[in-house]
């Protein structure tokens, strides 16, 4: 006797094992891999996805449970799907089912059951087209669906048809049986709403990037798209997307932080018209279920997104664009650590298609990809429309009297700007009043009672407020510490800046864009809005200001503390700040009026600063990748970093220590590097110690066969019970 088959299961949440199980009651047919089941676990139910069906199990078979059912009518993803998720799996070694069901829109996680069925649609058939529908006079249900087919030529979906005519399935199979309609699928149609104002002919670069994408379609061959703020990238994305919509093939458009750009999102549907579908954070659950079921069965061309937007299933995928490669938004920080911008690569080479990353600041990791040779690099080194890049000015404030941050110097030119009627914008990447407060008496400090770190002052709600764990205090009357009333704050955030300018230059709105200003829904829009009609004369804001914005009218841009990111800690911190300077200062002089950028410094010597300030990104980033070479750091080398916390302060090291202690004793250990255990740069935070230990190798093959052996260890430490760790590959900050 055959035995009965196995279902091998993954289950949604951080476990690290599939289950098996029999097939529900009833249940005759083999299901096909990648079908969703409730299945009995612990106490109650869970929804599972299928991996693999087996004849055999560990466990003996009168202890398997059976699935309690299948859930849809057919599996949710294809073997293509399922493979690069079992890579990301692998890669990151992060549980499959928790990297499927991440993947899956929240509600495909819950156990609830969907059709994954092409919705019915219907269209006149050639005899309907030509029949005598007054025949039909005795019959309005009939006659009015004969009518509402005759006006949508290329068919209308079932519900719709019904919800229109008013008429029943009965009525549909007797107008099927008399051969007047038939079922059909629906094609999106290739008309856009593309208004010819949009479009710009292409300048010689643009050109040459466009013929070289397009000349390689059906491969997979990854582009970096190395182009200046303002270059045009954004044409060239939508020209190439174009070529391949023209191949009825579709195309995967990444985008850091989507609801920071409505403008981007517009020119897409300008261009592009319907067959744009987009996904970000502000959509509801159920809006993005639709959206993943439009692009999966080809109902759309395009998916514009963030991050997670990697998942979807795109069945005729021709073209993956990653827009802004270097931002750190592609690399999710907590669970599952991926890197989208690494997944999209992947999702490329297994679709056959190009890859185009796409930056003004390229990362030093694609950087030295294309100096490789693995990428091809393509350059726009000029502005369009003759608009030049800004220059840029260091402003030494050494021995300069601040005002609440400003130097004598930027206020003057801020000053200057206004009078001219141009638009000034500064930057600033600290929110809120201050970011500390002190006794002058004692010395007493905004200390977070639950982190290595300081309360922020934020003055408009009174508050203290702790940026890394959220705890929250009333700002106190007097010094808790020695009773004065002397309290008084050091540095400043953008409310403070905000306060100063309006006392400054009160005849000049300002708009200060940051979370806080931006937190009620609709606000960012507003604000936006405001900018570009010109209402605002002044602009201050952190990052969210820095990014993708296409502000002509600026003409003056003050950067007014990086200071940090010359010294911080983590290695990143110099490349970061690079970054964001060459983008802040992107938005600078993008139309007829020349840009200027001023940057407040301590260290204007630093030989970093001048190289970015004098000479750009390409001689900063050749120095950078120098030293990282030197180094031997990423991309001259591949890290993990695995992380522990626990509230017992001796527990996350004593756990580091003893994974250290299994890491060398596994085969391969000898091309492994570990560092540490040391404490996390924020030792505390929300309550918990913090400890890491960096592992590191020259290549990449040694170091993931190292760890394929060392994870599975891991968990089986008693050492692990006591904290909570994680494991993050190709880290890219060292919190
Ligand atoms: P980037 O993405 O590199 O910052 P964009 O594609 O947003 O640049 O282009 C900046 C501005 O220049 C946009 O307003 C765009 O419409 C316009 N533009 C793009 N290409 C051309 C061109 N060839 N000629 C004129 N204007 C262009
Ligand atoms: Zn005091
Ligand atoms: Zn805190």
């Given at each position: 006797m055959v035995s009965e088959p196995i279902l091998r299961i993954a289950l949604s949440g951080p476990l690290r094992t599939l289950f098996d199980y029999l097939m529900?009651?009833?249940?005759?047919q083999l299901p096909i891999i990648g079908t969703r089941f409730q299945v009995p676990f612990g106490r109650g139910g869970r929804t599972g996805l299928l991996i693999g069906i087996s004849?055999?199990?560990?466990?003996?078979?009168?202890?398997l449970k059976r699935a309690?059912?299948?859930?849809?009518?057919?599996?949710?993803?294809?073997e293509k799907e399922m493979r690069l998720l079992q890579w990301a799996a692998d890669y990151y070694q992060h549980p499959l089912g928790d990297v499927i069901f991440q993947a899956l829109p929240v509600n495909l996680r819950k156990t609830r059951a969907i059709s994954l069925a092409r919705p019915e649609a219907w269209r006149l058939s050639a005899t309907g087209r030509q029949a005598?529908?007054?025949?039909?006079s005795r019959a309005p249900k009939q006659l009015a669906v004969m009518q509402t087919l005759s006006v949508h030529t290329d068919g209308l979906l079932k519900a719709e048809l019904i919800a229109s005519s008013g008429a029943s399935d009965s009525v549909l199979r007797s107008l099927n049986a008399r051969g007047w309609i038939e079922r059909c699928h629906l094609v999106p149609s290739n008309?856009?709403?593309?208004?010819?104002?949009?479009?710009h002919p292409l300048n010689p670069a643009q050109q040459a990037a466009v013929d070289q994408v397009s000349a390689r379609l059906n491969e997979f061959i990854p582009f970096l798209l190395?182009?200046?703020?303002?270059?045009g990238k954004t044409e060239v994305y939508l020209c190439l997307i174009e070529a391949v919509l023209a191949q009825g093939r579709q195309v995967l458009v990444l985008v850091p932080e989507i609801g920071l750009t409505p403008q981007l999102m517009d020119r897409f549907k300008q261009r592009l018209g319907h067959q744009v579908a987009l996904l970000h954070s502000a959509l509801a659950d159920g809006e993005r279920e639709a959206v993943w079921h439009d692009l999966r069965l080809g109902n759309k061309q395009v998916l514009l997104g963030t991050?997670?937007?990697?998942?979807t299933p795109m069945p005729d995928l021709g073209l993956v664009v990653v827009d802004e490669?270097?931002?750190?938004?592609?690399?999710?920080?907590?669970?599952?650590?991926?890197s989208a911008r690494d997944l999209a690569l992947v999702r490329g080479q297994q679709a056959g298609c190009p890859v185009l990353l796409g930056s003004a600041t390229p990362s030093l990791e694609s950087l030295r990809n294309a100096e490789e040779g693995r990428y091809q690099q393509l350059d726009l080194p000029n502005r369009v429309a003759d608009a030049s890049l800004p220059d840029m000015h260091l402003i030494d404030i050494r021995s300069v009297p601040l005002d609440g941050g400003l130097s004598p110097a930027m206020i003057n030119e801020i000053r200057t700007a206004l009078s001219n009627k141009e638009q000034v914008m500064l930057f600033l990447n600290r929110r809120g009043y201050a970011p500390m407060l002190t006794c002058h008496?004692?010395?007493?400090l905004t200390d977070c009672p639950r982190c290595d770190a300081r309360m922020t002052h934020h003055r408009k709600q009174n508050m203290l407020w702790c940026?890394?764990?959220g705890h929250q205090r009333r700002v106190p009357q007097?010094?808790?510490?020695?009773?004065?009333?002397d309290l008084r704050t050091i540095g400043q955030g953008t409310e403070q800046i905000e306060e100063r300018l309006g006392n400054l230059f009160p005849e000049a709105p300002l708009a200060r864009i940051d979370k806080d200003s931006t937190s009620r829904k609709g606000a960012l829009e507003k604000l936006l809005e405001g900018i570009h009609s010109g209402a605002y004369p002044l602009l201050l804001g952190t990052q969210m200001l820095a990014k993708?914005?296409?502000?002509?009218?600026?003409t003056l841009v003050g950067i007014l503390?990086?200071?940090q990111g010359l010294f911080g800690?983590?290695?990143r911190a110099s490349e970061r700040m690079a970054q964001l300077i060459l983008q802040v200062s992107g938005?600078?002089?993008?139309?007829a009026r020349p840009g200027r950028v001023l940057i407040q410094t301590r260290?204007?010597?630093h030989p970093l600063m001048q190289i970015l300030t004098r000479q750009g990104y390409s001689a900063f980033s050749k120095e950078a990748l120098a030293e990282r070479r030197l180094a031997l750091l990423p991309p001259f080398s591949h890290q993990v970093l695995i992380r522990a916390e626990s509230t017992k302060a001796s527990d996350p090291i004593e756990f580091l220590h003893r994974a250290a202690a299994v890491g060398k004793s596994l085969?391969?250990?000898?091309q492994i590097e570990l560092w540490g255990p040391v404490p996390a740069?924020?030792?505390?935070?929300a309550g918990r110690i913090r400890a890491h230990l960096l592992v590191q190798s020259s290549q990449r093959k040694p170091l993931h066969q190292w760890l394929a052996q060392w994870v599975p260890e891991l968990i089986t430490l008693?050492?692990?019970?006591?904290v909570r760790w994680s494991i993050d590959v190709d880290p890219m900050e060292m919190l």
């Open positions: 529900p009651v009833g249940m005759s004849d055999s199990s560990e466990l003996p078979r009168e202890r309690t059912r299948q859930l849809d009518d057919g599996p949710l993803l294809n005598d529908i007054a025949k039909l008309q856009s709403d593309d208004n010819e104002q949009h479009r190395n182009g200046v703020t303002g270059s991050r997670s937007a990697v998942f490669e270097h931002d750190l938004s592609y690399k999710q920080q907590e669970g599952f650590r991926y008496a004692c010395g007493w940026h890394h764990c007097q010094c808790p510490e020695c009773g004065s009333p993708g914005h296409h502000f002509p009218d600026v503390d990086v200071d800690a983590d290695y938005r600078a002089g993008r139309a260290h204007p010597e085969n391969g250990a000898d740069p924020m030792e505390r935070r008693p050492e692990a019970r006591k």
